[in-house]
T-cell receptor, first 111, second 112 residues
Framework: GQQLNQSPQSMFIQEGEDVSMNCTSS?????WLWYKQEPGEGPVLLIA?????ELTSNGRLTAQFGITRKDSFLNISASIPSDVGIYFC???????????FGTGTRLTVIP | DAGVTQSPTHLIKTRGQQVTLRCSPK?????VSWYQQALGQGPQFIFQ???????QRGNFPDRFSGHQFPNYSSELNVNALLLGDSALYLC???????????FGQGTRLTVV
């Protein structure tokens, strides 16, 4: 099936630091979404991107839809302990109704 | 406003048995998708229901079937359970063909 690769696989950062993670694919997507999942919970939608080159913010989170439409990036500024969790990218192709999910980036914030 | 709700939250079944999982979509949503999430992996698409019909299906065997009711709630049925079916089953709801999907907390299925 479609593979979305996320990097890094895991991150350990100090509280207050900025975080960057990315998601790459061999195929083109027309929509990118970023989700956060905490233990025992379902994924929570953070940001949705609909156009190549689009840059969208949600509080301390900023995400970009790559120009090639094969990648997306998520940045978190001034991290806090509640940012801990697994961050998933998800893409949707033209004509499809489902989401393809990435492999996830596990974020640990050290107080 | 209730979000997506799933039941039960946890379930233990024996290999070969059948299981039914349930999902109520977010208020105002008419489309329900089911995903399987194995430990340490991202969710994998099983199928999507809209207007009580299966609109799209992922790469899952026929042992996985579903249903959508007139009130938009949905069931996922899995027959002849295998050990490998142990996973978190997630339901997501959306509106029509909109991309933004909102997930429930999931049902943790363990097959022994």
């Amino acid at each position: 099936g479609q593979q979305l690769n996320q990097s890094p696989q895991s991150m350990f950062i100090q509280e207050g630091e900025d975080v960057s993670m990315n998601c790459t694919s061999s195929s083109i997507f027309n929509t990118w979404l970023w989700y956060k999942q905490e233990p025992g919970e379902g994924p929570v939608l953070l940001i949705a991107l609909y156009k190549a080159g689009e840059l969208t913010s949600n509080g301390r989170l900023t995400a970009q839809f790559g120009i090639t439409r094969k990648d997306s990036f998520l940045n978190i500024s001034a991290s806090i302990p509640s940012d801990v969790g697994i961050y998933f990218c998800a893409g949707q192709r033209t004509g499809a109704n489902n989401l393809f999910f990435g492999t996830g980036t596990r974020l640990t914030v050290i107080p | 406003d209730a979000g997506v709700t799933q039941s039960p939250t946890h379930l233990i079944k024996t290999r070969g048995q059948q299981v039914t999982l349930r999902c109520s979509p977010k208020s105002g949503h008419d489309t329900v998708s089911w995903y399987q999430q194995a430990l340490g992996q991202g969710p994998q698409f099983i199928f999507q229901y809209y207007e009580e019909e299966e609109r799209q299906r992922g790469n899952f065997p026929d042992r996985f079937s579903g249903h959508q009711f007139p009130n938009y709630s949905s069931e996922l049925n899995v027959n002849a359970l295998l050990l490998g079916d142990s996973a978190l089953y997630l339901c997501a709801s959306s509106v029509g063909t909109a991309t933004e999907a909102f997930f429930g907390q999931g049902t943790r299925l363990t097959v022994v």
